[in-house]
């Protein structure tokens, strides 16, 4: 009997996989610490479908599509929605007395003996993608927060539980009723928010009090959702548990407050940021969530175009010297900066970061959080950091004078250095720096290269269309007919994918400013930014809006899209 081929023979037999793309998956997979499967759909050589189509075939198992597949709600029943989403798992069909369910790994054997002793029946499996297994648990189970809270706050309004007193302006009351035994409803719904907020990609959580409800509402891809509101009664005992999760002073309601949660959801490590500030009606709670999966990217995965790729890869080799990377708070510069940390990390470096606060723990590299209260400031950091001899520098933010000064001595005796600025693209940054009073000089002496970016949505890839831009779109985005021609713009019609808007994920859109000898010059005298923006331009750097013109015209997102968040300034 033939030996059965494993998944990864069986794509290179279809010939949807050669072995140098295994080999660089293989790569990425052990510097970034995460599985073969996902490397390979990372890089983008096989879908998630085409692996799990693969892996049924290697197992001998059937492979199904769950796309439009409605399940009966009976069978649906048998498997509670904390067991699906937790194991991701899906029940699929009943043959005779046994159950089939959908999995994305057949051989996982804990969660098949955990199934049948639940529910004291044979499993039979077929599989599917984790993806597609995660979008039918929406699809089956229900999104909406409301939905899955509607139950537990029966179930607290039936039994009478006294969790918090909610005064007139909706503060906590003491502790002990936060705490009690009794608040067990609470909690799960609490854990369910969370859930539920990472099941749809969220990248933030907002618990917001207004006189007569809660409101709590998710930011995904950018954009805030809103879910349903829970009632007003319910605002003390939820408040005071994210507070008592953070590690908070539940007692503290007229200061602001700031706080960590780490918790662990399936096979995910979260860290959840907490930020709390008194309002009119009680107090407001944003968690930031922190997945690690996110930081764990090489710089190909970012989606530089290819001569941006090359350029920013030869920055960060240099031995000395400034790199900046700019944009407004949530535009995706921590990961950039993150992936760039990742590619020098090496045995034969030193790495020191000094961040407010630390986001994600980085393997291997010292990370200073800064505490001003106690005087650890990033000047001060930065002032130690260089007696520990690092080969690279982190600075979060070069906010004042002092820490853009230090950065810069740094750079000069040395060392290279990474750092963030709040500006609008990549020749303010200049601008900016001389405004905080460092000489004209100093930036054009230190200052090796500044990337702006931005993040924009991309066409859902399930129910994306081609699709003709009008001639209005075409001349705003300043596309001719000839360049019209050889593109492929594609739109989302909408589905259960990507919550009927037509996109899902993001991805960055760049402006790389290198400093020629011609910009150092300009800098050098004190010129406008718009001087130097125009001259970087005739260089050959691409401003934020042709960079995303560019993806766009390839289909990864829409010139909608992409005046949305970026203009064409005028020079």
């Known amino acids: 009997m033939a030996k059965r081929l494993n998944y990864l023979g069986i794509l290179n037999k279809k010939g949807l996989l050669s072995l140098n793309q295994v080999q660089e998956a293989q790569e990425l997979a052990q510097k970034t610490n995460i599985k073969l499967s996902q490397a390979i759909k990372d890089l983008g050589y096989v879908t998630g479908d085409q692996i799990a189509e693969a892996i049924a075939e290697e197992h001998g198992k059937r492979y199904v599509d769950l796309k439009d597949v409605v399940i009966r709600p009976s069978v649906v029943e048998l498997i509670s929605e904390s067991i699906a989403r937790e194991n991701c798992v899906l029940p699929y069909e009943e043959e005779g007395d046994s159950l089939v369910v959908v999995v994305s790994d057949p051989d996982d054997v804990e969660v098949f003996e955990k199934l049948r002793f639940i529910l004291q029946r044979p499993i039979e499996a077929v599989v599917s993608s984790r993806e597609a297994i995660q979008e039918a648990i929406n699809q089956h189970y229900g999104q909406n927060v409301g939905e899955s809270a509607d139950s537990m706050i029966q179930e607290m309004t039936d039994t009478a539980i006294n969790f918090t007193v909610v005064d007139g302006e ?26 539920e907020a990472v099941q749809l990609r969220a990248s933030d959580i907002h618990i917001e009090p207004f006189e007569d409800r809660v409101r709590i509402r998710y930011r995904i891809d950018g954009k805030l959702v809103e879910r349903e509101a829970l009632p007003k009664r319910f605002q003390g005992a939820l408040i005071s548990r994210f507070k008592i999760l953070a590690k908070l002073d539940i007692a503290e309601r007229r200061r602001t407050q700031d706080g960590r949660i780490k918790l662990t959801l399936g096979e995910k490590e979260l860290d959840l940021r907490v930020s709390v500030i008194p309002s009119a009606h009680g107090q407001s709670i944003v968690m930031r969530i922190l997945d690690k999966d996110n930081i764990r990217v090489s710089l190909l995965q970012l989606g530089f175009a290819e001569r941006d790729y090359k350029r920013f890869t030869q920055l960060i080799q240099r031995p000395n010297g400034i790199i900046l990377v700019t944009g407004p708070t949530g535009s995706g510069k921590t990961t950039t900066l993150y992936a760039a940390l990742n590619e020098l990390n090496t045995p034969n470096r030193k790495i020191i970061t000094a961040e407010d606060p630390v986001e994600y723990y980085l393997p291997g590299i ?34 004042d004078l002092e820490t853009a000064s230090m950065g810069i001595q740094a750079s000069l005796t040395g060392h290279l250095v990474f750092s963030t600025l709040h500006t609008n693209d990549a020749p303010s940054a200049i601008t900016r720096l001389v405004d905080m009073g460092v000489p004209g000089y100093m930036v054009a002496s230190s200052v090796i290269g500044i990337m702006a970016q931005r ?10 269309r081609p699709y003709a831009p009008s001639e209005a779109e075409l001349r705003a985005a300043h596309i001719t007919p000839e360049m019209a021609e050889k593109a492929t713009f594609m739109k989302g019609k909408g589905c259960v994918n990507c919550n009927k808007t037509g996109y899902r994920g993001r991805r960055a859109i760049f402006e790389l400013m290198y400093m020629s000898p011609k910009v150092r010059e300009l800098t050098f005298k004190g010129e406008s930014t718009s001087a130097i ?29 992409v005046v949305r968040v970026a203009r064409l300034e005028d020079d």
């Open 455 to 464: 993040l924009v949505r991309c066409v859902c890839p399930k129910c994306k």
């Open 366 to 399: 010292n990370q200073v959080e800064i505490k001003h209260q106690i005087g650890l400031d990033f000047a001060a950091v930065i002032r130690s950091m260089l007696r520990q001899a690092p080969n690279v520098i982190l600075v979060g933010e070069m906010r």
């Open 533 to 561: 923006r125009k001259l970087a331009r005739s260089e050959g750097m691409h401003v934020l809006f042709e960079d995303g013109i560019v993806k766009a015209m390839k289909g990864l997102t829409t010139i909608e899209e």
């Open 170 to 195: 909706g503060n906590d009351a003491d502790q002990a009723g936060a705490s009690s035994e009794s608040d067990a409803p609470i909690v799960r719904l609490c854990d369910q928010i969370i859930a």
